[in-house]
């Protein structure tokens, strides 16, 4: 199994310009996160999704957007790319058994100039 | 609203000694209580957790945490420190009653590990 899978690993992107970062499962885990990293500040959530077709806002949710269509897939869409945005996205799932733990993907290096 | 602490941004330890992190965390109700590893340019790797019962939990790589509710802790440890250790750790909470925010898991800001040969 690959487990979490994100593409792509690094991007570079203008200020004001859009782009979707990839994120997929192949664990059949229903809920899946988009968190940010940054420096000497842990992990933020994002958004998160308990299942197809069904999304919900985390702590930072503003200047993103997100969608679960199937559910092995959950896109991060940035509309209009800011500075403030350059930091490292992780997508995780997980399987709501006792514990509920979260498997991470590698990861997305984004900087906006 | 929960939240987690993890006081020191690095330990430092010299190979072969025993190894803490600290954690201590801040929740309404019962918690979830996750340690995960990122080694450099990767994603985060589950080391273990608690949910229930014995207070000390056993995890991979020869990692283990104790559990204390009345201090409300959840501290990372090693017998013995590897070079291969040297990481930075994340301590993490999630509320145990299902209910709006309860999947969230909360992070602390990590502590980075340093193993000395």
């Known amino acids: 199994n690959a487990g979490v899978t994100q593409t792509p690993k690094f991007r570079i992107l203008k200020i004001g310009q859009s782009m979707t970062l990839q994120c997929t499962q192949d664990?059949?885990?229903?809920?899946m996160y988009w968190y940010r990293q940054d420096p000497g500040m842990g992990l933020k959530l994002i958004y998160y999704?308990?299942?197809?077709?069904?999304?919900d806002k985390g702590e930072v949710p503003n200047g993103y957007n997100v969608s679960r269509s199937t559910t092995e897939d959950f896109p991060l869409r940035l509309e209009l790319a800011a500075p403030s945005q350059t930091s490292v996205y992780f997508c995780?799932?997980?399987?709501?058994?006792?514990?509920?733990?979260?498997?991470f993907g590698p990861g997305t290096r984004l900087t906006v100039l | 609203a929960q939240s987690v602490a993890q006081p020191e941004d690095q330990v430092n330890v010299a190979e072969g000694n025993p190894l803490t992190v600290k954690c201590t965390y801040s929740?309404?109700?019962?918690?979830?209580l996750f340690w995960y590893v990122q080694y450099p340019n990767r994603g985060l790797q589950f080391l273990l957790k608690?949910?229930?019962?014995?207070?000390l939990v056993k995890g991979s790589y020869g990692f283990e945490a104790e559990f204390n509710k009345s201090q409300t802790s959840f501290h990372l440890k090693k017998p013995s420190a590897l070079v291969s250790d040297s990481a930075l750790y994340f301590c993490a909470v999630r509320l145990i009653s299902l209910g709006a925010g309860s999947y969230q898991l909360t992070f602390g800001k990590g502590t980075k590990l340093s193993v000395i040969p």
């Open positions: 664990m059949n885990h229903n809920y």
């Open positions: 929740v309404s109700g019962n918690p979830y």
């Open positions: 608690y949910i229930t019962g014995d207070n």
């Open positions: 999704s308990v299942g197809a077709g069904i999304t």
């Open positions: 995780a799932s997980s399987y709501p058994d006792r514990g509920d733990t979260q498997y």
